[in-house]
């Protein structure tokens, strides 16, 4: 046998080995590391090549100030020879208005501005609620740039006063307390559909008291009878006050105290705004319904479960256009005649019960990730039902599920363009439709897509971004 | 563990009843898991439950706070009832306090958030307050300084330990523990042992599923040996380790302590 060995001084920890690094070291390791790679490697430059070749030149002989798409071509050649091809932009420079507000009056874009730059202040207590630092960095250049873009808008001087004085405190608030921004989060709903749709201010109020209804008959009844049923009875007493008493309620008040501002109808609603308008109110229901829809499915009450699954699954076996025609004819026949239900708020209940069914497979998913011991541990230490789900079991799922959620609102968000197959003015079809219609600038192509296609990347860039960023914040678990 | 055995006569049984259990049966299914189990649970009493794998001890203790559900009998936990009453369900788990063989402590959240969640929304305590008796008890395991890190973070046995304390937190007056050190390396059981050992001191009435026999000779004051979902024996330490009666309970504790 071998003598027997006995260590009698412990190793220290040693650095790890030097790599081989520099740049030589890195295009051996990685482009040329034997003759297969070499040659897709040579391939691949030359690929990147052709599309370079032949997409730069078109982007460097870009026009931006023609009339028509005619002038664009004629100064091209003139520039740079007969058989030049070259981007037209000046199509942009026309018409950019018409792919961000459709055919929204030019003297309220003011209107739409706002709006979209309180849909920032609206989000920070939801997206950076312990992040004041991170509230500062986007909130500061959006304040900036929104008072820059109101002056050129052409706003009326108290409108631009109250709006920078508005912004201003938003961000001082937001910067100190993300959180203490939660009321313009709660009220901003509101009051985007008054800004862009305008008329009397009672109609928007009235229906924002059907919610504090909603809440106090919530309040008053849930320690007796529980939350389900509270809730029941709250959502119907606020029903009633819409559909009963709040017609006359926005009269009387109209009369005693008449304040209204200039009415906008839906259909001069298009472009980008419209994009917007049902792609943040369908992704901002759809994730509470789709987590009520997830818990409904894992419901051991009957009829809960059948409606959850039976709405999941009709929702999901129906294509979207499918639905969005049902939203524009159907139910039209269905309702009595003189009920009159705008047809942007169809598409979007239509929008948000669609994402809603996918959302809550997405969360089914990050529900069955969790080990049933979160379970069982917070019912070991009496939390009841909601609490459990609140506390312990959605915090865990939802960060399961965040890129399948973030997902479905990218997708949700660029379905948005399918609104064009009922009338609706999206960027895509819609506007670009419209602008290619011209007898200026018939035949042009590329250049709107191009645009709006940008516009979309951007958007939907930074949703996948936010969603990275939270993943990084939320990662507790240290695997 | 000898000083604990010389301080085990000082421990007090009172004559309160903590837990009652009379001829209570369990199906999963159709498979019969628990047979006409009848337990009487002093307050103070340390008990152990011991047996093979399926004979359904962990599935009894979890009966006591309705992790699973009973389908004949009566279980009575501290004068409440277990029936389908939800509101009974939820006070006598507030009462009774349950630790895991996987700790389930809650990743998301950071060891004080973990034992001061329970203690904040179930009983209402303000936070701070929540906060102090959380210091407290991990004080009392020994781990204060972990306070703001999360579970993860963690071995596996300062996790069980949080899970002991985060139990405490809500000032149980049972506590229930489903094979505590079952998941640990061995120089970790130790550690999470003087844990149990000095709340046995403290006069808790406990209820522990185990196979740390070392652990019963200690603190138990009855050993309770299940099988095939019937109790087969049940008696005091020293007689049911020197002087088993049944020839399951012999075979079971030479496999067990015969290496």
């Known amino acids: 046998m071998a003598d027997p060995f006995i260590r009698t001084q412990m190793l220290p920890p040693m650095a790890p080995p030097v790599r081989t690094s520099g740049s030589i070291a890195w295009i051996r390791a990685n482009l040329i590391s034997s003759w297969l790679n070499a040659i897709l490697t040579v391939l691949a430059i030359f690929a990147v090549y052709q599309f370079v070749m032949l997409a730069l030149p078109w982007l460097l002989h870009g026009v931006w100030y023609a009339g028509s798409l005619g002038e664009c071509r004629d100064i091209i050649a003139q520039n740079f020879g007969p058989d030049a091809g070259g981007a037209c932009w000046a199509v942009i420079r026309a018409r950019w208005h018409q792919f961000i507000f459709g055919f929204y009056p030019p003297e309220l874009w003011y209107r739409p501005i706002i709006c979209f730059a309180l849909m920032f202040v609206a989000l920070m207590p939801v997206l950076y609620s312990d992040d004041p630092r991170n509230v500062g960095r986007v909130l500061i250049p959006l304040v900036l740039l929104t008072l820059l873009v109101l002056v050129a808008a052409g706003t009326p001087a108290p409108v631009f006063v109250i709006a920078g004085l508005g912004l201003t405190g938003c961000l001082w608030v937001g910067m100190r307390r993300p959180l203490g921004l939660l009321p313009v989060t709660l009220l901003y709903p509101f009051f985007t559909v008054w800004m862009l749709w305008g008329g009397s201010v009672w109609g928007v109020a009235t229906a924002l008291f059907g919610f504090v209804v909603l809440w106090a008959v919530y309040r008053l009844t849930s320690q007796r009878i529980g939350v389900v049923l509270a809730t029941s009875a709250g959502v119907i007493a606020a029903a009633v006050w819409w559909l009963v008493i709040a017609g006359y309620a926005v009269d009387s008040l109209q009369a005693v105290l008449p304040f209204a501002i200039t009415s906008v109808d839906s259909d001069k609603f298009g472009g980008f705004m419209l994009a917007f308008v049902i792609g943040v109110s369908s992704i901002s229901i759809s994730l509470p319904i789709g987590i009520l829809l997830a818990l409904g499915r894992q419901s051991n009450m009957p009829l809960i479960h059948g409606i959850s699954v039976g709405f999941i699954e009709f929702v999901r076996g129906v294509p979207l256009i499918t639905m969005l025609f049902t939203a524009s004819l159907l139910l039209q026949y269905f309702l009595p005649p003189q009920v009159q239900f705008d047809l942007i708020l169809r598409v979007v209940i239509l929008v948000t019960l669609f994402s809603a069914a996918y959302n809550a497979e997405v969360i089914r998913g990050g529900l069955a990730a969790l080990p049933k011991g979160q379970y069982e541990a917070a019912d070991a230490l009496g939390l009841d039902y909601w609490q459990a789900q609140r506390l312990i079991i959605m915090p865990q799922a939802l960060k399961v599920s965040i890129p399948g959620i973030v997902n479905t609102f990218i997708g949700l968000f660029k379905d948005t363009t399918l609104v064009s197959f009922v009338g609706l003015m999206d960027p895509l079809r819609g506007v670009t439709a419209i602008v290619r219609a011209d007898i200026k600038w018939k035949g042009i192509y590329w250049e709107p897509y191009l645009f709006v296609g940008a516009i979309f990347f951007l958007a939907c860039y930074g949703m996948s971004r936010y969603a990275l960023y939270l993943e990084r914040k939320l990662k507790t678990d240290h695997r | ?162 899970a002991i304390a985060r139990s405490l937190c809500m000032k149980p007056r049972i506590m229930l523990f489903d094979e505590p050190t079952s998941a640990l390396d061995p120089e970790m059981i130790k550690e999470v042992l003087d844990t149990m050992i000095e709340l046995a001191q403290d006069g808790m009435t406990m209820l522990c599923v185990t196979h740390e026999m070392g652990f019963a000779q200690a603190v138990a004051n009855r050993v309770i040996f299940m099988d095939q979902g019937q109790i087969v024996e049940q008696n005091e330490p020293k007689e049911f380790f020197n002087n088993p009666k049944s020839d399951r309970t012999k075979l079971f504790l030479s496999q067990i302590l015969g290496h």
Request: hydrophobic share 40%; with cysteine.
């Open chain 2, 1 to 162: 563990m000898a000083n604990a055995a010389a301080q085990n006569a000082a421990m007090e049984v009172s004559d309160e009843v903590a837990v009652q259990i009379t001829g209570m049966n369990k199906w999963f299914g159709t498979f019969h898991v628990l047979r006409d189990i009848d337990i009487t649970v002093q307050k103070g009493e340390r008990i152990v439950i011991c047996g093979p794998s399926g004979s359904g001890k962990s599935t009894l203790i979890r009966c006591i706070n309705r992790l699973e559900e009973h389908q004949q009998g009566k279980i009575v936990v501290d004068g409440t009832e277990l029936t389908n009453d939800l509101k009974n369900i939820d006070k006598v788990r507030s009462e009774v306090g349950m630790v895991f063989q996987h700790f389930n402590l809650f990743p998301h959240l950071t060891i004080m958030e973990n034992l001061t969640l329970a203690p904040i929304w179930v009983r209402k305590v303000p936070r701070r307050e929540a906060e102090e008796t959380a210091m407290y008890f991990l004080h009392k395991v020994k781990i204060p300084e972990q306070a703001h890190k999360y579970p993860g973070q963690l071995s596996g046995g300062q996790q069980q330990r949080v």
